[in-house]
T-cell receptor, first 114, second 109 residues
């Protein structure tokens, strides 16, 4: 059971470069999420997709874009990376949006921007 | 907007001591979830509380949901080195799940 798979696991970028973080889940979940985790800040929601075909901003969306490619895949794009975006990024999925459903997380992408 | 505060931020205990982390929401919650993240790992769902005043146990872990559904706690009895990690509460308000900052637990064997 793969669950939620994120690629890459590690990445170093230079300021101004762009990149896309990939996420795929094989649990037939409808909802998917992108979080960033910074020391002392917990998990902050960047964007979410309640269902295939929809995406919405979370708490900290500035500097990011997302694409829900299909039911399985949800990507996060940094168009022009900034040092403030150095963080650990987690993708998660749940059965349906809201309604007391636990979230299943991927292993994370550790991103450093120089 | 909805805020979830968690205290303490860090806790260091001797193996065998008890540990408690507290979670408080600025708004009434429909449910609260608890997650554990091992060092270098990802958050893993532990449990969900839905009812006012609910208490659930998982072996040495006891989870409580307050009567007003605005606060919660996780208590670990007689900690073991396998309990090391960061414990997050996550409160669900209208729809979104909002995570607390987490409590990082370290244990001296």
């Amino acid at each position: 059971n793969a669950g939620v798979t994120q690629t890459p696991k590690f990445q170093v970028l230079k300021t101004g470069q762009s990149m896309t973080l990939q996420c795929a889940q094989d649990m037939n979940h409808n909802s998917m999420y992108w979080y960033r985790q910074d020391p002392g800040m917990g998990l902050r929601l960047i964007y979410y997709s309640a269902s295939e075909g929809t995406t919405d901003k979370g708490e900290v969306p500035n500097g990011y874009n997302v694409s829900r490619l299909n039911k399985r895949e949800f990507s996060l794009r940094l168009e022009s990376a900034a040092p403030s975006q150095t963080s650990v990024y987690f993708c998660a999925s749940s059965t349906i949006w809201g309604d007391q459903q636990p979230q299943h997380f991927g292993d994370g992408t550790r991103l450093s921007i120089l | 907007g909805q805020q979830v505060m968690q205290i303490p931020q860090y806790q260091h205990v001797q193996e065998g001591e008890d540990f408690t982390t507290y979670c408080n929401s600025s708004t009434t919650l429909s449910n609260i979830q608890w997650y554990k993240q091992r060092p270098g790992g990802h958050p893993v769902f532990l449990i969900q509380l839905v009812k006012s005043g609910e208490v659930k146990k998982q072996k040495r872990l006891t989870f409580q949901f307050g009567e007003a559904k605005k606060n919660s706690s996780l208590h670990i009895t007689a900690t073991q080195t396998t309990d090391v990690g960061t414990y997050f509460c996550a409160g669900q308000g209208a729809q979104k799940l909002v995570f607390g900052q987490g409590t990082r637990l370290t244990i001296n064997p």
